[in-house]
């Protein structure tokens, strides 16, 4: 049995990367002008190499789809993580609020720092590396405020759960408008399309900022994640096997939070993804988490990266933000798995 | 006489509600005590609380002969394993999954079982006699194959203790006494310790060597089930009018029949 | 009943006053202070040659008017809203509605460019019916999926989902600017013909819901009860439902999404008048127009010279308020 579901993963692993694969292809031959794959390989493998190629592929679509999957990657694991600690299947850092709160801390940064995000060079780069940090004070407090809101008689209610973050989505969105609107124009536009989360402004510097988060806390969910089978439990028999339950679920909260906000911080608001990943996850590979685990991170990379490429592309010349076409498709799923689940 | 629990001035409860207070007790190592008294008599905050699962208010609680306090969680979940009154666990959920999960305190390599863990994983199915449905998923069980599961959970927890919060509960006949034949066969073959709440008082009566009869909070009796189960200490506990005989088959006291107390002769 | 009889005579007597004061302080401070002399000329001896004149008649009046009667069309429709379905997290921009209305707006800027007025706010009203009856509708669909948190978190994420799709096509058209511009109120610039136009309109949606004040009453004490006292309640609910898209359909029209006022001021009110809708609705109304005009007020001093949008203002009162309903009432059913 147990030979059986690590088959179907190895399969899933697979079948996830040439996914990703695929829609990199299309992603990156794809755009204002196309290219063929032989231009692209060449520029990859420097054969003949070509100004003109290699500024669109190395500066524009290649940092794009690299953010695009890191970012799925980065919701997909905390999505998981969100939903096996609130043993809730509709959490999502973006309907949890989380997402906004790491959305206002970063827009206070850019606020006080005059910073640009348009047009983000190399002579900023400290103060962009700096950002997932604002954004994890930020998440953080927004996750403080939506768990002491949920707590009802040391339990999470999830009802309230949901819609305290959708009280603390409206919070933190008025406050992060106000503040946009208190900056000049240039910053104001940067920090508008930011919000609205969008990928497209890609740099290596964005990269650079939110590798490192995520490969600790990565790192550090994966290797915590046979914690989300116990959590499956309910409190009393959790702790009567010995496992710290509070502790654990306030660190794996904050990893997961750091991972959103690393996220956010490059890309705006993008919800949804954290909410659908797991669930295609667990359809997948079952419901062991470390499984799920690694599913969710490549479904959310596959399904960032191919949301972006149709926002790219089906009203070209005009871009349409990747969180909106996540919200298209999202939305119905969200509305899916309410129908479907029970009480 | 060696001690599984000694509770010296224990104080507990839920949020403000204070549920007892300042209580002396002692549970003998190697027998099967029940507590039983009427609802919210605070029987099943008594055991979560020796338990660990509730947090207490004051006093402390030795286990052992060591104070709970020093000890880790996970090394408590070594020495005792208790069962709440409603598990829940997601349905698609194999048996053998969830029995395995009672391995975590015994596990440091996360990922694979050792020998000794598939050893006691097999000992807990064949015990509680689930070995049959190990491969199918806890959704597709009874009331009774469930229950039965979650106690070969808590053995694989390979415990000397086991602390079980009505066991029997939305069983019917037959399945309640299947459970407590199980228990017993854990106390009499392999020694288990084994403390739990029990709303049958006939079953308390005929599965156990002692009880604890609580109402608001308060001990009233404690003693061997023949001392328990009278038409005295019921009347204090249920304020009922019990009618009490001997079952010629098992030798214990059974109740087999009963009056609501006209003029309650309350203790207080 | 003779307290409740008092405090809401006190309440309407009392708000009138505290609106002219916000009136006109609204009218004479902005960018440019104006005297309250000058305003009171260009009321009563309009000067067309005065820019004054023109700021205070063109810019100001309508600005603070239209601020007014939204306020009170959503206090009465959250309060209808409330007292019809029992739950205490009804309110229009919680359950779709106005989504709902600024998605068909949005359609009809894309679509048929330069429609007249009128037929903007019959749309808008179409628009409200629309988003409630797909977030009712979907409600129904789930198994408990009309309890007041179910029905919140369903309006929310369909509101998420319409002003998505709304932004899609106004991006694929090329006209998010117009757009954007029903999402984000608009209170500044109020069009004077849509404001005159939008008056009758509210008026009826008003008088509907004062004339089923009673009946919402009895409705607010349980479908059961009203069916035993021999209400018709199908026909309550259609009235009343009327009612509250008339008032959200022409308050979208007029100035945009407005979050959060169609759902405090009714708890407001019922706290301080209890539970008689005959009472709750004019108050709601008094109350709703005079926190709004405060707000707007406001929005202008919070980040001056710049105007900040109402909407930041409301979420400001509105978001404390929310989370204390939620951690007051959690999951339950009354309203």
Known sequence: MRKNTSRVFVL??????????????????????????????????????????????????LPRIVIAALVGIGLGMAGVVLQGITRNGLADPGILGINAGAGAAVVIFMFFFQLNLVTADMSRWVSILMMPMFGFIGGAMAAALIF???????????????????????????????????????????????????????????????????????????????????????????????????????????????????????????????????????????????????????????????????????????????????????????????????? | MQTAFRMENLSSGY???????????????????????????????????????????????????????????????????????????????????????????????????????????????????????????????????????????????????????????????????????IVNSLNEQHGCTIVMVLHDINHAARYSDHLIAMRQGVVIEMGTPNEILCADVMRKVFHINARIMEDPATKTPVCYGYDILKEPTDEH | MKKTNIVSFAILAATPFLITIVALI????????????????????????????????????????????????????????????????????????????????????????????????????????????????????IRNGLSPVRLAIIGTVIGTFLSSIATAIAMYFQVSQTVSVWYNTKVHTVDIDMLLLAIPFGLVGLVLALLSARAITITSLGEDIALGLGQKTKAVKIISMLAVVCLTGTAVALVGKIAFVGLVIPHITRFLVGVDYRFII????????????LCDVLSRYVNYPMETPIGVLTAIVGVPFFLYLIRKHGGEKRA
């Open chain 3, 26 to 141: 609204s009218v004479m401070y902005g960018t440019k202070d104006i005297s309250a002399l000058a305003v009171w000329q260009a009321i009563i001896a309009f000067d067309p040659s005065n820019v004054d004149h023109q700021i205070i008649r063109t810019g100001r009046i309508p600005r603070i008017a239209a601020v007014l009667l939204v306020g009170a069309f959503l206090a009465v429709a959250g309060a209808v809203m409330q007292g019809i379905t029992r739950n205490y997290l009804a309110s229009p921009s919680l359950m779709g509605v106005n989504d709902g209305s600024a998605f068909v707006i949005t359609l009809a800027i894309v679509f048929f460019p330069g429609l007249p007025n009128y037929q903007m706010i019959l749309l808008s009203m179409l628009g409200s019916a629309l988003g409630a009856g797909i977030v009712f509708g979907f409600g129904s669909l």
């Open chain 3, 282 to 293: 004019p108050c709601a109304a008094a109350i709703g127009a005079f926190f709004l005009a």
């Open chain 2, 15 to 181: 949020e403000q509600v204070r549920v007892f207070e300042g209580l002396n007790l002692s549970i003998e190592e190697g027998k099967v005590t029940t507590i039983i008294g009427p609802n919210g008599c605070g029987k099943s905050t008594l055991l979560k609380t020796i338990g660990r699962i509730l947090k207490k208010q004051q006093g402390t609680v030795y286990l052992q002969e060591q104070n709970m306090q020093n000890l880790s969680s996970k090394d408590i979940a070594k020495k005792l394993a208790i069962l709440s009154q409603t598990p829940v666990a997601p349905g698609q959920l194999k048996v053998e999954e969830l029995v395995a999960y009672g391995r975590y305190p015994h596990r440091n390599n996360v990922n694979r079982l050792t020998k000794k863990d598939e050893e006691m994983i097999e000992w807990s199915l064949s015990v509680t006699n689930t070995l049959d449905f190990r491969n199918r998923e806890l959704a597709q069980l009874s009331g009774g194959q469930r229950q039965r599961v979650w106690l070969a959970m808590a053995l694989a927890q390979e415990t000397s203790i086991l602390l079980l919060d009505e066991p029997t509960t939305y069983l019917d006949m037959a399945h309640q006494l299947e459970v407590l034949d």
């Open chain 1, 148 to 343: 002491s809101f949920a707590l009802k008689n040391g339990h999470l209610d999830m009802q309230r759960l949901i819609l305290t973050g959708i009280a603390i989505n409206s919070g933190f969105g008025a406050l992060s408008l106000f503040l946009s609107l208190k900056m000049n124009a240039q910053d104001y536009e940067s920090a508008a399309v930011w919000l609205a989360g969008s990928i497209y402004n890609a740099n290596w510097i964005f990269v650079a900022a939110m590798l490192p988060w995520l490969i600790i806390l990565g790192f550090y969910v994966y290797r915590k994640s046979y914690l989300l089978d116990y959590f499956q439990l309910e409190e009393d028999s959790i702790t009567s096997l010995g496992i710290g339950v509070e502790k654990e679920k306030i660190k794996l909260l904050l990893a997961s939070v750091g991972l959103v906000s690393a996220c956010v911080s490059v890309s705006g608001s993008i919800g949804f993804i954290g909410l659908m990943a797991p669930h295609i996850a667990k359809q997948l590979v079952g419901i062991q988490h470390r499984y799920v685990m690694p599913a969710s991170a490549l479904i959310g990379a596959c399904l960032l990266v191919i949301a972006d490429f149709i926002g790219k592309t089906v009203f070209a010349p005009s871009e349409l933000a990747v969180g909106i076409v996540v919200s298209i498709i999202g939305i119905p799923y969200f509305l899916y798995l309410l129908v479907k689940s029970k009480a």
């Open chain 1, 12 to 61: 899933t692993i697979s079948i996830l990367m040439l996914f990703i694969v695929g829609a990199s292809y299309l992603h990156i031959t794809n755009g204002v002008f196309d290219m063929s794959v032989i231009d692209v390989v060449k520029t990859l493998l420097r054969i003949e190499p070509n100004p003109k190629f290699d500024l669109v592929i190395f500066e524009f679509r």
